[in-house]
């Protein structure tokens, strides 16, 4: 794939008051973040979750950190075993960490400590339809989403489901923050196109990191 950006520096875009969009961010240790992915990916597999209404999730994944994001019949939670292996989540791997609190910091949250990282697989089709983050009980400590492999459209509206939306293409290597007035702003993927990354091959990847405690 032509790269036409592969020499850029990285830069930053505004989102909305409280949320930015750090360009590139995450690019040059992207090869190493995707070798952590499928390090953990052999401990907690990747799993189409079922929400409450019963219905399977097309977006395939899995966590890292002392709390791990899941559904169950009734709800949302956050819970330190997964429920497919009874294990613990594992930790989440310092290179996360590194470019997790390297954002936090570019985003002006530098007190951000989260013990949470889902990690989502789309695939071809797959989406992520418009929702709040607002299972965590400290809404004052930012959401850190880093994008990896093929692009996606990202939708970024307000705290009304029905208000408007903003669009953005994500690609590899973006990393979006959100705190303070746009903490729960309503936000998700439209479906992914078709593609091939050379290093994600037909999938795009998202790490979103989380203070769940
Ligand atoms: C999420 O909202 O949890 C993930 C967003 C993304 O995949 O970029
Ligand atoms: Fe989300």
């Known amino acids: 794939m032509l790269d036409l950006f592969a020499d850029e520096a990285p830069w930053e875009e505004p989102l909305a008051e409280g949320a930015i969009i750090l360009r590139r961010f995450a ?32 977006v395939a994944m899995t966590n890292c950190g002392m709390l791990g994001w899941s559904t169950n019949q009734h709800g949302y939670v956050y819970s330190p075993q997964d429920s497919l292996t009874g294990k613990h989540w594992p930790q989440i791997p310092t290179e996360f960490n590194a470019v997790c609190a390297r ?10 400590e989260p013990d949470a990282c889902l990690i989502n697989r789309y ?10 983050d607002k299972d965590e009980p400290n809404l004052r400590q930012p959401i850190v989403s880093v994008s990896l492999g093929l692009p996606a459209i990202f939708q970024f ?4 489901r029905s208000g408007p939306l903003k669009r953005v293409m994500l690609e590899h290597g973006d990393v979006v923050v959100w705190g303070g007035v746009s903490r729960l702003f309503y936000h998700g ?9 050379p290093l994600t091959d037909q999938f795009r990847y998202n790490l979103t990191f989380r203070k769940a405690s």
């Open 27 to 58: 690019r040059e240790e992207a090869p190493t973040l995707m070798a952590a992915v499928h390090r953990l990916a052999r401990q907690a597999p990747f799993r189409h979750m079922v929400t409450p209404g019963g219905h399977t999730m097309s």
């Open 103 to 112: 954002a936090s910091v570019a985003a002006g949250y530098p007190d951000f």
């Open 123 to 132: 695939a071809q089709g797959t989406k992520l339809s418009l929702h709040q």
């Open 157 to 160: 509206g307000g705290l009304k």
């Open 189 to 197: 993927i439209l479906p992914l196109k078709p593609g091939f990354h």
